[in-house]
């Protein structure tokens, strides 16, 4: 089955813009969540949703949003750009919370210059 | 608050040998540990995962790892390295006793296996 898809690979912006990242998880899985990949900060996680509502939230400013729709695919927003958003977003999907291993998409390298 | 540690930045062995790669974690409640293996240019992909039972777990591509809780431990490990086996491995813990829907991640450690 298709795996976790994310759209767009890559990105570039302008500091002040915004952005929106899509994220479709495997058929069947009604839990996405979003990390930030940093080579200084590592793997540090932004929220999680489930069944459309969100579940948990990471320490990232209100710039960082997300939303999830019926069909289990999750968009994150993040606007007024800053240099230091420029990162790896990852998202991974789940069966349901907890007990299973999420599946990661190959991720959104965004740039911002 | 939950956390993860991975102490080595970098492991190397040489192709043959046994490696390890360490992980240590902290959580309130029961620990749901995973370990995930990066390639280059690549999304994580799930290696093994800790929920309850036999402390040590086996995993993707001959990898394993022993769960320790006196020394709140969940070390990677596998009898013979392979070079196709160097890539990026972080540990991940999840707190069972809340909304577990949250995995906080190590930093990271890069494993490079030599010919």
């Known amino acids: 089955k298709a795996g976790v898809t994310q759209t767009p690979r890559y990105l570039i912006k302008t500091r002040g813009q915004q952005v929106t990242l899509s994220c479709s998880p495997i058929?069947?899985?009604?839990?996405v969540s979003w990390y930030q990949q940093t080579p200084g900060q590592g793997l540090q996680f932004l929220f999680e949703?489930?069944?459309?509502?969100?579940?948990n939230k990471g320490n990232f400013p209100g710039r960082f949003s997300g939303r999830q729709f019926s069909n289990s695919r999750s968009e994150m927003n993040v606007s007024t750009l800053e240099l230091g958003d420029s990162a790896l977003y990852l998202c991974?999907?789940?069966?349901?919370?907890?007990?299973?291993?999420?599946?990661f998409g190959q991720g959104t390298r965004l740039t911002v210059v | 608050a939950q956390s993860v540690a991975q102490p080595e930045d970098q492991v190397n062995v040489a192709e043959g040998n046994p490696l390890t790669v360490k992980c240590t974690y902290s959580?309130?409640?029961?620990?749901?540990l995973f370990w995930y293996v990066q390639y280059p240019n690549r999304g994580l992909q799930f290696l093994l995962k800790?929920?309850?039972?036999?402390?040590l777990v086996k995993g993707s591509y001959g990898f394993e790892a022993e769960f320790n809780k006196s020394q709140t431990s969940f070390h990677l490990k596998k009898p013979s390295a392979l070079v196709s086996d160097s890539a990026l491995y972080f540990c991940?813990?999840?707190?069972?006793?809340?909304?577990?829907?949250?995995?906080?991640f190590g930093d990271g450690t890069t494993l490079t296996v030599k010919p």
């Open positions: 800790y929920i309850t039972g036999d402390n």
């Open positions: 058929s069947g899985h009604r839990s």
């Open positions: 991940a813990v999840r707190d069972g006793g809340t909304n577990a829907g949250k995995s906080t």
């Open positions: 959580v309130s409640g029961n620990p749901y």
């Open positions: 991974a999907s789940s069966l349901g919370e907890g007990l299973t291993e999420a599946f």
């Open positions: 949703y489930f069944s459309e509502t969100q579940r």
